[in-house]
């Protein structure tokens, strides 16, 4: 029996994506279960979720033992490791791809967040990945950083789905955007079938309210306060307003024309931080259709016991979302600062994972040896 909690998401128009996936989830039955009762049609992953996985348990042993026989260095390792649980759960989300025309059914593996800052060695990476994976379902994810943006442009113009990742600010998201139709412009110049090319735009929100309350607290005043756990959704819902924009324009008719499907906004960064803030939050509050909410498992068991689904709580919004952010502002909380310390926190949160990946395979390699 599906959850009528997440069902009712499903039928609003927003694609369940688990962001979460490990071997162990693989081999026993939690994520079919989840596909079958909680209406998930798609997983994300990052380097955090595959240094969680490897340190758990037993399920990658046999495995890394095969490539410590092989004289596999760690780099190798960890690409052969991760896209071997990716490859499966495409196969295992097969059917929500077919069913759904590609729009789901999708699992999003990323890049080297070393490469955050190199646009040629991510285009690289992107296009190995995506071989290595060898399935159609599979998402490459792609940071929106100032030399993301250009790799995602050639990915796409490659014929490549690309998940882009680590969005915080509009301005940003409308490079984003600028650089997916890009994509698809020059893939239509290289005989490419864009009908056959997805792209989600990650638009974190929880990382906003973290960093705009803590100086919200600093400054303290009774109106300061009380602005508190509302710029991460009001951010969000701003930018689906970008996103509509965006599709009305004469450029995104022609590509529609050519065959060419929306990149859907996607909301990351979904699990609620602030323990005073409600934990459904992220997801209550970002019901709109076209889009996709990937959320860790503890966030879509809070919305299948509790999730009070409104139907459509972001097209309404635009004025008080605005509203909300100038007043932040006028505080003396700069928006453009902001965002901009989150993106190059996220990288750097994505290094520190990727290095305890690195650490935990290197040291499984060294014990099989």
């Not at 069902?7 to 927003?14: I, M, Q, T, Y």
């Not at 039955?29 to 758990?56: C, H, M, Q, W």
């Not at 999003?108 to 060898?134: C, F, H, R």
Request: charged share 25%; proline share 3%.
């Amino acid at each position: 029996m599906t959850n009528q909690n997440t069902e009712a998401l499903a039928k609003a128009g927003v694609s369940i994506w688990l962001d979460d996936l490990s071997r162990e989830r693989l081999d026993g039955d939690s994520l079919t279960n989840l596909i079958a009762e909680r209406n998930v049609v798609g997983v994300t992953t990052n380097p955090s979720i595959f240094s969680n996985a490897l340190s758990k348990g037993e399920a990658y042993a046999a495995q890394v033992k095969d490539l410590a026989a092989a004289g596999t260095n760690v780099d190798e390792a960890i690409i052969e490791i991760t896209t071997e649980d990716v490859r499966r759960a495409c196969d295992v989300l097969r059917p929500q791809y077919d069913a759904t025309d590609g729009v789901d059914g999708r699992v999003s593996i990323e890049v080297s967040p070393l490469l955050a800052n190199d646009t040629e060695a991510t285009i690289a990476e992107a296009k190995l990945l995506y071989e290595k994976v060898g399935r159609e379902n599979v998402m490459i994810k792609i940071p929106a950083t100032e030399a993301g943006l250009p790799a995602i442009t050639e990915v796409t113009a490659s014929g490549i789905s690309v998940n882009v990742t680590l969005i915080f600010s509009l301005p940003r998201y409308r490079e984003v955007i600028n650089a997916y139709f890009t994509g698809l412009e020059q893939a239509v110049e290289r005989g490419v079938d864009i009908s056959k090319v997805h792209s989600v735009a990650s638009f974190f929100v929880s990382r906003v309210d973290v960093e705009i309350d803590k100086r919200l607290d600093a400054i303290g005043s009774e109106e300061a306060v009380a602005l508190k756990g509302q710029a991460g959704v009001a951010n969000a819902r701003l930018a689906y307003q970008v996103f509509e924009e965006a599709n009305a324009s004469e450029r995104a008719k022609t590509l529609r024309t050519a065959g060419a499907r929306l990149q859907r906004p996607l909301w990351a960064s979904t699990g609620v931080k602030d323990p005073s803030l409600p934990d459904t939050l992220y997801v209550v509050e970002l019901v709109v259709d076209n889009t996709v909410n990937t959320v860790p498992e503890k966030t879509l068991e809070a919305v299948a016991d509790h999730g009070e689904i409104r139907g459509d709580v972001v097209r309404d919004s635009y004025h008080d979302a605005n509203k909300l952010l100038d007043a932040i502002d006028k505080l003396g909380i700069s928006y453009t600062e902001v965002t901009q310390q989150l993106e190059d926190e996220g990288v750097e949160k994505f290094v520190t994972a990727w290095d305890e990946l690195k650490q935990a395979v290197s040291s499984q390699l060294e014990q099989a040896r």
